[in-house]
């Protein structure tokens, strides 16, 4: 999953219209308390604002899946979700910056049917491409990063959107939501309408 390197994604995320400026790309993506995020810490991914009709990211099967293998925002707008462990092993630091390529992945494996926990996208569903874990095949291979969704005064608000950079593709996508007929609120590929998100470290009380 780490065949890019930094300086390689940093390259190919000018090439998306979502991104901000390159002078920006080596601020440290900060978790709610205002700590930059550990290299394999281990986080709860939170909507960016309360009322958006959603709590933190989960698994559910969906469609005509017999396990739960697809990424998911909870319905319950006070869940948490489930924690995650981020990890960056292309690089050597212990924190890391946005556009840093990233493996995500559920501390556990969320489903008993299943000992992935890994995310992945999938390519040929009839929802599109989706974030799954890494149980399905047709997998579309590339790299997860965190970009900055809005700043203040040139400081990130802690406020942040995932994109997806696919392998041989000169840009990176956004990763949105999208809600399927049973309700299911979907991680998906969604260019140009991000899900905006908080990090809050797993054991804070802080939400801010």
Same mark, same amino acid.
């Given at each position: 999953? %780490?065949?890019?390197?930094? %300086?390689?994604?940093?390259?190919?995320?000018? %090439?998306?219209?979502?991104?901000?400026?390159?002078?920006?790309?080596?601020?440290?993506?900060?978790?709610?308390?205002?700590?930059?995020?550990?290299?394999?810490?281990?986080?709860?991914?939170?909507?960016?604002? !309360?009322? !958006?009709?959603?709590?933190?990211? #989960?698994?559910?099967? +969906?469609?005509? #899946?017999?396990?739960?293998? +697809?990424?998911?925002?909870?319905?319950? #707008?006070?869940?948490?979700?489930?924690?995650?462990?981020?990890?960056?092993?292309?690089? +050597?630091? !212990?924190?890391?910056?946005?556009?840093?390529?990233?493996?995500? #992945?559920?501390?556990?494996?969320?489903?008993?049917?299943?000992?992935? !926990?890994?995310?992945?996208?999938?390519?040929?569903?009839?929802?599109?491409?989706?974030?799954?874990?890494?149980?399905?095949?047709?997998?579309?291979?590339?790299?997860?990063?965190?970009?900055?969704?809005?700043?203040?005064?040139?400081?990130?608000?802690?406020?942040?959107?995932?994109?997806?950079?696919?392998?041989?593709?000169?840009?990176?996508?956004?990763?949105?939501?999208?809600?399927?007929?049973?309700?299911?609120?979907?991680?998906?590929?969604?260019?140009?309408?991000?899900?905006? %998100?908080?990090?809050?470290?797993?054991?804070?009380?802080?939400?801010?």
């Amino acid at each position: 999953m %780490f065949r890019a390197s930094l %300086f390689a994604l940093f390259l190919l995320s000018a %090439f998306s219209s979502s991104l901000l400026p390159l002078t920006t790309a080596q601020d440290y993506v900060l978790d709610t308390d205002g700590h930059a995020v550990e290299n394999h810490g281990t986080y709860y991914l939170l909507p960016a604002k !309360s009322g !958006s009709g959603g709590g933190g990211i #989960e698994v559910a099967a +969906t469609g005509k #899946e017999s396990c739960a293998l +697809t990424v998911v925002q909870s319905l319950n #707008e006070d869940s948490m979700g489930l924690p995650l462990k981020l990890s960056s092993p292309s690089i +050597t630091t !212990s924190h890391f910056t946005e556009y840093t390529s990233l493996s995500i #992945e559920f501390t556990s494996a969320p489903a008993p049917c299943s000992s992935a !926990s890994e995310w992945t996208v999938v390519k040929g569903l009839p929802e599109g491409r989706a974030v799954k874990l890494n149980d399905y095949g047709n997998t579309v291979e590339g790299d997860f990063a965190f970009v900055c969704a809005k700043r203040e005064f040139y400081r990130c608000n802690k406020s942040y959107q995932l994109i997806f950079c696919p392998y041989g593709l000169m840009r990176c996508e956004d990763v949105g939501i999208s809600i399927d007929d049973d309700g299911n609120r979907r991680l998906v590929i969604s260019d140009g309408n991000p899900f905006l %998100f908080k990090l809050q470290k797993v054991g804070s009380s802080s939400s801010a």
